[in-house]
C-alpha cells in the first residue's frame, strides 16, 4: 500500500515535469525568425495599447477660420467629454494657416510639462500638445484642412479593445529586396481616408520576386532613413483591410532593403474612425495575394 501510494505520488509528480518541459517548448515553438515576429506582434500590440497609442484618440474636430471655442459645454465648438474640462477652457484661434490656442484665466492646462495661457500649435507636432486632465489635445492637418485631435486614455476603443488578428508566420513573404532610389525623390499628391489630399515625397521603389513575378512598391522615408511602404493587395477584398495596409523597413544598404511582409500591420483607420490615413498609390496596389502580416480588425 505504502509503495504504491508512493509509486501513485512520484508518477504524478513526474507526469507534471514532463507537462512544464513541454509547455515551455511550447512556448518557445518555431524557428528563431518565427520567434522574433512573434515578439515583434506582441511589441507592436502593446506600443497601440499604450497610453498614447492609437486607441487612445478619442476625437477629431474640424476647425474652422476664426475663434473655436472648447470644454465641455455641449454649445462649444469643440465639445469634451463631461467632467474632464471647464464648460469653456478656452479657444482656438485659425487664422493663414496658423493655429493659437488661449486658455481662460483659471484653467489649468500645461503644454511640455509648463502651464500654458497662449501659445502657437503647429501641425502634428510630438512638443506642441496640451495636457487637460486625462485628455491630450494637439493641432492635426489633412491636406488644406486642421482638427483638434483628441486623446483620451480612457477612451472606450482602448477599454474595449479585443486584440489583433495575423496570419500565420510563413517566410516565403520575407525578401531580400531591390531598392531603387529616384534622383530627385518624386513630389506625389495622395489621397487619404477622408478624401483629402497629402503631398508626400517618393524617395524610390523596393523590387521583389514573388511566384516568378516581380512586383514594386513605392516608398517614404523617415527621418531615421527607414522606409514607410502603403500598399493593398488581393488579400483586401476579404481577410485583410480594405483600404491598405503599412509597412516598415529598415533603412536600405547596399541596393538592398529586407522586406517582410509578416510585419505588415493595418493603419489605424482600421479601428479607429477619428484617425485620417494614406491611401497607396495606384502603383501600390499589387495584384496578387500576400497572405502575411495582419488580418482585418473585426
Aim: hydrophobic share 35%; net charge negative.
Amino acid at each position: 500500500m505504502g509503495f504504491s501510494n508512493s509509486l501513485s505520488r512520484g508518477s504524478i509528480a513526474a507526469f507534471v515535469i514532463v507537462i512544464v518541459i513541454l509547455a515551455s517548448f511550447a512556448a518557445t515553438d518555431g524557428t528563431p525568425y518565427q520567434q522574433s515576429v512573434e515578439k515583434w506582434r506582441q511589441d507592436y500590440e502593446t506600443k497601440l495599447k499604450s497610453d498614447d497609442g492609437w486607441l487612445s484618440v478619442a476625437g477629431l474636430f474640424w476647425l474652422h477660420e476664426g475663434e473655436n471655442r472648447f470644454g465641455s459645454d455641449p454649445l462649444n465648438d469643440i465639445v469634451l467629454p463631461a467632467g474632464t474640462a471647464p464648460a469653456v477652457a478656452g479657444h482656438f484661434d485659425l487664422h493663414a494657416r496658423k493655429t493659437v490656442v488661449h486658455v481662460n484665466p483659471g484653467v489649468s492646462i500645461t503644454m511640455d510639462g509648463k502651464a500654458v495661457e497662449e501659445a502657437e500649435l503647429p501641425p502634428d507636432s510630438t512638443q506642441h500638445r496640451l495636457v487637460i486632465g486625462s485628455l491630450v489635445l494637439y493641432v492635426h492637418a489633412s491636406g488644406e484642412r486642421f482638427a483638434i485631435r483628441m486623446k483620451d486614455k480612457n477612451s472606450r476603443l482602448r477599454r474595449e479593445f479585443a486584440g489583433l488578428h495575423w496570419y500565420p508566420v510563413n517566410e516565403a513573404y520575407r525578401f531580400q529586396a531591390r531598392y531603387v532610389p529616384y534622383d530627385p525623390p518624386r513630389p506625389v499628391a495622395i489621397q487619404n481616408m477622408i478624401g483629402d489630399t497629402d503631398k508626400i515625397s517618393i524617395v524610390g521603389y523596393v523590387s521583389f520576386q514573388l511566384n516568378g513575378q516581380e512586383y514594386r512598391l513605392d516608398a517614404e522615408k523617415d527621418d531615421s532613413g527607414n522606409l514607410f511602404i502603403v500598399f493593398r493587395d488581393l488579400t483586401s477584398s476579404k481577410d485583410t483591410y480594405p483600404a491598405a495596409r503599412f509597412l516598415d523597413t529598415d533603412p536600405p544598404m547596399n541596393g538592398s532593403v529586407e522586406v517582410d511582409f509578416n510585419k505588415a500591420y493595418n493603419p489605424p483607420c482600421a479601428y479607429n474612425p477619428y484617425t485620417t490615413c494614406p491611401l497607396p498609390s495606384p502603383g501600390n496596389r499589387l495584384r496578387v495575394e500576400i497572405p502575411a502580416g495582419e488580418k482585418r480588425y473585426h
